[in-house]
């Protein structure tokens, strides 16, 4: 059970490092967090988020999974899906 949660916690700290290269403040991060209401995402903050995003959990993410991202929690629950199909 420990490495489940030390597994989760490290998910969401990547996952929120890849929010901080996108210029979203520390203050701002939550999981609610609404990226177009919220965070203010354009266009150029979504490609750096994708890129990043793939290149550090090493996945690589569809236009269709993609539209299903309106807040980070959603991210955040499509990355243990992710991870763990991939480890299966």
């Known amino acids: 059970m420990k490495t ?3 597994t989760e916690k490290s998910l969401r ?4 490092r890849v929010l901080r290269k996108t210029g979203v403040t520390k203050d701002n991060i939550c999981l609610t ?4 209401e919220d965070l203010n995402f354009d266009h150029i903050d979504w490609t750096i988020f994708i890129h990043y995003l ?3 959990f ?3 993410i569809n236009d ?3 539209s299903r991202f309106s807040s980070v929690n959603d991210t955040l629950l499509y990355l243990r899906g992710e991870l763990v199909y ?3």
């Open 58 to 60: 090493t996945i690589r």
């Open 86 to 88: 991939s480890r299966s």
């Open 33 to 36: 967090a609404s990226f177009y």
């Open 54 to 56: 793939e290149r550090i």
């Open 4 to 6: 489940e949660t030390v």
């Open 64 to 66: 269709e999974e993609l």
């Open 13 to 16: 700290r990547n996952l929120y």
